[in-house]
């Protein structure tokens, strides 16, 4: 597995950075290589993830850390929400072991881009996604090795669902931030607009929201409408404990540099609506969703 890289600042504050390599968002166990191609394959991403977490106890001290958060983009993001939970009961078991009480550490995840909805692709209404996330988690048996509580209230047989954050949100008990956009670029190709034909009106629709016109148009007003009011909806209620920023840029990770030059929304940016939701918890200013694009909104841009 490649070895994260590993930043010190300060006194006691790690940051690990562990690269994504294993197709399945740390989720899949699978005993036997696959040798159906000419690479022998080892689907084995959730026993990387839990190598990473004993390497961030025995080796970083995680269990004398006082915050531990998971962070994670597109597919780290979609790995942020399966493993929130599971981070944060490893960090609190960690300061357990080193003599501390569980409550002493503040346990956190912020996820980028990584709340993939389950949409039938337009115009062909294919579950074109839906059928992608079940034959990766058929492949790398990633059941039993996503959200526990998320898996246990499923019907025999729909555990794969908790793959997609908006069955697993429900369940999350540890405080999540939502960063992600409401026309993400990654998924108007991949997902929304994932059976068009090349060349088509579509197409062009998911490469630029300029091009959008007429069934286009309407059809993504339509996922738009969706995605925030229905799929984001365990993020977004008022009762939850998670925090948000939901623009309308049509952009894919948006965590890192542009954090402050990047988009605002009703006056404030990125980081400062992250900082506000971290130290003061959520509220109507930490759940920001910007105005639906082609819809002018004050203090608002990309």
């Known amino acids: 597995m490649p070895r994260p890289s590993v930043a010190q600042f300060g006194s006691g504050f790690i940051y690990v950075y562990a690269m994504y390599c294993d197709g399945a968002s740390f989720a899949g166990d699978v005993a036997e290589p696959n ?76 996820a980028d881009a990584g709340y993939f909805p389950d949409f039938k692709a337009a115009p062909s209404q294919v579950p074109y996604i839906s059928e992608r996330y079940h034959n990766v988690v058929t492949l790398q048996n990633t059941t039993g090795h996503t959200n526990a509580a998320c898996e246990a209230a499923a019907a025999p047989g729909d555990e794969w669902r908790c793959f997609f954050p908006e069955v697993t949100a429900p369940h999350l008990a540890t405080p999540i931030f939502a960063l992600n956009s409401g026309y993400d670029r990654w998924q108007l190709a991949n997902i929304w607009f994932a059976t068009a034909p090349a060349g088509s009106a579509w197409t062009n629709c998911s490469l630029s929201l300029a091009a959008c016109k007429g069934p286009q148009l309407a059809a993504l007003e339509r996922f738009h409408n969706e995605f925030i009011n229905t799929k984001l909806a365990p993020i977004l209620s008022p009762s939850s404990p998670h925090g948000a920023f939901i623009d309308s840029c049509r952009e894919h990770c948006q965590s890192g540099a542009t954090w402050t030059t990047g988009a605002v929304i009703r006056g404030m940016d990125i980081v400062s609506t992250i900082d506000a939701w971290y130290t003061g918890g959520p509220s109507p200013a930490t759940k920001r969703v910007m105005a639906p694009y082609g819809s002018p909104e004050s203090a608002s841009h990309c």
């Open 35 to 110: 040798n159906d191609t000419s690479t022998t394959l080892y689907f084995r991403g959730h026993r990387i993830l839990q190598a990473i977490f004993d390497m961030m106890e025995t080796k970083l001290g995680l269990g004398h850390a006082p915050e531990a958060v998971l962070a994670g983009c597109s597919a780290g993001g979609l790995a942020t929400y399966i493993h929130c939970d599971k981070f944060a009961d490893f960090a609190r078991a960690a300061a357990v072991r080193a003599g501390r009480a569980a409550t002493d550490v503040k346990t956190r995840c912020v």
